[in-house]
């Protein structure tokens, strides 16, 4: 009974995956409905699994279609009649069902297999879809002291700062980064039918066409606009979505991670991405925020006493110079700074 439950499960995922890839792949796919996909992958990783079936069947049977096509006409020589015309027409409901049913056959013996390939090329050819497959996504990241500039397939570009880890997925009906720590910066290509997700920090990112930078760091998450219009939101299923908040140009948000309100705040937009020229500027920020950043470019951490945590600072630093950065904090800060020989302590002058 166990077992029937779980490959009843199963069937009824990979049916929602194949219904998911048929809807996608349609000429009059909206934007609600790329969002709606969206929150249905992220509910389960088990959703993710079934779609990642479909999509290496799919390909498997757009590579391999001659073959298939041969193995057919042995397997009608061989029982004397045809097993399924190629010239038949199937509704779309049968298509996405062929897709489902050669999942599970290509894992039979192989009498099985004419059928399921017959089934699935019928599925293959009735659908453009397929010369425009989904690639595997792709992990980037870089290290202390490294960064680095993507340009994506859909003529967008990130630059990664240190210490970035992302995971971008291509295709025709997604754009998505998962940002899974450190910092980025987004210049969006325009794409009016197919917004463009950055996944972070239990939050949602979307654009269509701006510049923005992300940073994930330290249980924070910290979203500046210079260009276009950006939302985020949390990460939830569709029949739950909670409500987010807008950023324009020149807003910035902030977010803890578990806290439920958020920190809106105008910006400077030349100070967006500043790191990319190797410097950073900081606005009456905490002192703490500024050191958290600093750790991630230098391999001696700096320590931030507790009385010196709310402190805040205005200014410009260099980011390849920990030492200039140092003296600069003593002398526009009551602070005193005392280097050690693994770590470096910064706290309030008695």
Excluded: C
Excluded at 103 to 108: A, G, I, P, S
Excluded at 197 to 218: H, M
């Amino acid at each position: 009974m166990a077992t029937q439950t779980t490959n009843k499960n199963i069937d009824e995922r990979l049916e929602s995956a194949a219904a998911w890839h048929a809807r996608l792949s349609g000429d009059d796919v909206q934007e609600q409905d790329w969002l709606d996909f969206t929150a249905w992958l992220e509910a389960n990783d088990l959703n993710r699994e079934a779609y990642n079936q479909v999509e290496d069947t799919v390909d498997f049977v757009s590579n391999e279609k001659d073959e298939l096509l041969s193995l057919i006409d042995t397997q009608e020589m061989m029982d004397g009649a045809p097993i399924v015309s190629r010239e038949a027409t199937v509704s779309q409901t049968e298509k996405t069902s062929a897709v489902i049913d050669a999942k599970h056959r290509w894992l039979q013996p192989q009498r099985w297999i004419p059928a399921a390939a017959a089934a699935v090329l019928l599925f293959v050819t009735g659908n453009n879809f397929l010369q425009q497959s989904q690639p595997a996504s792709v992990e980037y990241a870089t290290a202390a002291g490294e960064t680095r500039q993507l340009a994506l397939a859909d003529g967008s570009t990130v630059n990664m700062n240190v210490m970035t880890n992302l995971e971008v997925t291509m295709s025709d009906g997604l754009r998505q980064v998962r940002l899974s720590g450190g910092e980025a910066m987004f210049d969006v290509a325009k794409d009016a039918d197919r917004p463009f997700v950055v996944l972070t920090e239990g939050q949602q990112i979307r654009v269509v066409g701006t510049k923005f930078n992300v940073k994930a760091y330290k249980q924070r998450l910290t979203v500046s606009v210079s260009e276009g219009i950006v939302d985020v939101s949390p990460k939830s299923s569709g029949q739950d979505q909670q409500p987010g908040t807008r950023l324009v140009k020149g807003k910035q948000l902030i977010r803890s991670v578990g806290a439920s309100d958020v920190l809106v705040e105008d910006i400077n937009v030349q100070s967006v991405g500043t790191w990319r020229e190797g410097f950073v500027l900081y606005e009456n920020r905490p002192l703490q925020e500024v050191v958290d950043d600093l750790n991630r470019y230098f391999s001696v951490p700096i320590e931030l006493s507790a009385n010196a945590q709310n402190t805040k600072f205005s200014g410009v630093l260099k980011t390849s110079d920990q030492d200039e950065i140092l003296a600069l904090l003593s002398e526009t800060l009551p602070v005193s700074v005392d280097k050690m020989a693994e770590k470096i302590r910064i706290q309030l002058k008695q």
